[in-house]
Nanobody, 120 residues
Framework: QVQLVESGGGLVQAGGSLRLSCAAS????????MGWYRQAPGKQRELVAR???????NYADAVKGRFTISRDIAENTMFLQMNTLKPEDTAVYYC??????????????WGQGTQVTVSS
């Protein structure tokens, strides 16, 4: 099993920055890909960014150039650096991992979620 714990959410003004962290534990060597999803009120959960086992990254068009996904392998931690935040980035952000799919989607494991609120 894999356990994921997010941290770093909060309230920020438009144009500001936040960094989310996701600490992974358990059978981490089984993880094939990790990433971040978000779900805004009344909307479906969407993939924001993902990082493969080899370190390759992909981003949703809405966040390209503003968000950066990265990881610290030694600390078993993944990050999402969010810059130039917009009110439409407001959502619950979820850390996710897959032990089955290199493409991540759909994930096999989820974190509990962390709220990000961007005020205008």
């Amino acid at each position: 099993q894999v356990q994921l714990v997010e941290s770093g959410g909060g309230l920020v003004q438009a144009g500001g920055s936040l960094r989310l962290s996701c600490a992974a534990s358990g059978n981490i060597f089984s993880i094939r890909a990790m990433g971040w999803y978000r779900q805004a009120p009344g909307k479906q959960r969407e993939l924001v960014a993902r990082i493969s086992r080899s370190g390759g990254t992909n981003y949703a068009d809405a966040v390209k150039g503003r968000f950066t996904i990265s990881r610290d392998i030694a600390e078993n931690t993944m990050f999402l650096q969010m810059n130039t935040l917009k009110p439409e980035d407001t959502a619950v952000y979820y850390c996710a991992a897959s032990v089955f799919r290199f493409e991540l989607d759909p994930p096999s494991h989820w974190g509990q979620g962390t709220q990000v609120t961007v005020s205008s």
